[in-house]
């Protein structure tokens, strides 16, 4: 194997394929990334931990074709750190790569590229093309909620729906839930699938990808293709594919959570909010964060105490004409969900002391979040 590529092209497929390799698996085949010709002018990266898998391809002069596995740390940390210009990879005997730019030169061990596992493929699946933008939004929206316990897989990660003409996109860790929705305009979505967690933050890392190529002037369409095949969800852009191991797990029945019709609307400037949140859950307690928001007719009035602190109270102005209720959430929660919409006014939705709050833009609903009540 021998080839001649530029240091860009070459850092550009290390970087949007090393993070996957799994340093830690007992297979050390797994640490590594695959480097295999494509024909005479690409040279294809590929990465997996078993559960996820993305490949990349670049520009390369082919010399002589052939495929190896080299240390994906140790590659990435040479290329990143070679001079500008053009580098030349060979493969000699035993599998070692040597990698020379400039003056500079290095020989590191490999593997045999034959020993790398398949990377799963969406055959015959047609990928229907969905703005990154939306996509990037809807992650935004929603992953604040999502579980962080891998012992409850159901939890951990998103569900991905696509609807007809709708995008959709649910999470919840048992103690709020939030759901993010767009209409689309051409793309027939029709899917459901739960991304595991692993694999949103991957998705995530593929749209920052893209938005930074458009920021460098990099003319390619802002649309990833998403399919659904043999258990793998597959996302792809110009010259990269991302697939991930869908968790075969029931997602909860979330449109039981969502109160459907609530008492009391209060209309709220989001950043006001926000702030005094932020003031009065200094001295809520360490353990809860519970804060108490009592509303009445024009007003709502955030309290906290805490034995070992001490007590605080902030008053805003609000939308509100109905009968004057008291209720109990966590501070961070509200927080959580506030901060992970962009809209001026929020409408707060409530029922009961005991009864789940919501929280939605007051335009539109294209958003809901829902937070469990506490006792404070």
């Known amino acids: 194997m021998e080839l001649t590529i530029s240091k860009k092209n070459f850092l550009r497929g290390l970087a949007r394929t090393h993070a996957v390799a799994d340093r830690k698996s007992s297979m050390p085949i797994l640490s590594n990334i695959l480097i295999s010709t494509d024909g005479p002018g690409t040279l294809r990266f590929a990465a997996t931990d078993l559960y996820l898998a993305v490949s990349a391809t670049a520009e390369a002069k082919v010399t002589k074709g052939g495929t190896v596995a080299v240390g994906a740390r ?9 001079p500008e210009g053009e580098v030349t990879l060979t493969v000699g ?3 070692a ?27 015959e699946t047609k990928l229907i093309d969905l703005d990154v933008e939306v996509l990037g939004e809807l992650i935004a929206r929603t992953q604040y909620s999502m579980s962080t316990d891998d012992t409850r897989p159901h939890l951990a990660g998103t569900l991905f729906e696509g609807d007809g ?12 839930l939030s759901k993010a929705e767009r209409k689309l305009d051409g793309a027939m979505l029709n899917f459901t699938m739960l ?56 997602f909860p029945p979330y449109a039981k959570v969502i109160p459907q019709q609530q ?30 928001l009592a509303v009445e007719p024009g007003k709502l009035k955030i309290t906290s105490e805490n034995p070992d602190v001490g007590e605080g109270s902030d008053e805003l102005d609000v939308d509100y004409a109905g009968k004057p209720l008291t ?31 919501v929280i939605k833009p007051a335009q539109h609903d294209g958003f809901v979040g829902v937070i469990m009540p506490m006792r404070i």
């Open 74 to 82: 140790t590659l990435f940390d040479i290329v990143k750190n070679l």
């Open 93 to 95: 005997a035993n599998h």
């Open 195 to 250: 991304v595991p967690k692993k694999g949103v933050d991957e998705l995530r890392r593929l749209i920052e990808d893209a938005k930074l190529d458009r920021a460098k002037g990099d003319d390619t369409p802002l649309v990833i293709g998403i399919g659904q095949a043999g258990g793998n969800a597959f996302f792809r852009r110009e010259g990269v594919q991302l697939s991930v191991k869908l968790a075969d797990e029931q």
């Open 165 to 176: 003409k709708m995008a959709r996109m649910v999470t919840t860790d048992g103690h709020r």
């Open 97 to 123: 790569a040597e990698i020379r730019c400039g003056k500079a030169r290095y020989k590191v061990p490999g593997m045999p590229g034959e020993d790398f596992p398949a990377l799963p493929s969406p055959g």
């Open 327 to 357: 209720v109990g959430f966590n501070a961070k929660y509200l927080l959580d969900v506030l901060g992970a919409l962009p809209d001026d006014e929020v409408a707060l939705e409530l029922s009961g002391e005991l009864d789940p709050g």
């Open 263 to 292: 008492e009391k609307r209060v209309i709220i400037a989001r950043g006001p909010l926000m702030e005094a949140l932020k003031r009065i859950a200094l001295v809520a307690s360490d353990k809860s964060g519970g804060v108490r």
